[in-house]
Nanobody, 123 residues
Framework: VQLQACGGGLVQARDSLRLSCAASGRTSTNYVMGWFRQAPGKEREFVAAIRWSEGNTYYPDSVKGRFTISRDNAKNTLYLQMNSLKPEDTAVYYC?????????????????WGQGTQVTVSS
């Protein structure tokens, strides 16, 4: 599975941004796809996940109500709509994919990763 993330940029606090992640190769509806982020000097952090077939979504409290993960089956593309952005959301954002087993919020459980896209939120 190959993942290609894009859509990052420099925005101001309270702005919105949408990230995209195009999946190709041996994709499957049995996958869980997720977004993670990593700020300088910090560990990679879970942001959102979606079960591709059912559409069930998962978020940590830090982004719940502000971020929305979605997918387009026809385009094999994952999205992350980010609203009400805060300076603390600044990080490199990665999309990732795994089979449906196991927990969804642990980065080590995802074998497939995109290259990352930088999101910078100024105050």
């Amino acid at each position: 599975v190959q993942l290609q993330a894009c859509g990052g940029g420099l925005v101001q606090a309270r702005d919105s941004l949408r990230l995209s992640c195009a999946a190709s190769g041996r994709t499957s509806t049995n996958y869980v796809m997720g977004w993670f982020r990593q700020a300088p000097g910090k560990e990679r952090e879970f942001v959102a996940a979606i079960r591709w077939s059912e559409g069930n979504t998962y978020y940590p409290d830090s982004v719940k109500g502000r971020f929305t993960i979605s997918r387009d089956n026809a385009k094999n593309t994952l999205y992350l709509q980010m609203n009400s952005l805060k300076p603390e959301d600044t990080a490199v954002y990665y999309c990732a994919a795994k089979t449906g087993s196991g927990v969804y919020y642990v980065a080590a459980g995802y074998p497939y990763w995109g290259q990352g896209t930088q999101v910078t939120v100024s105050s």
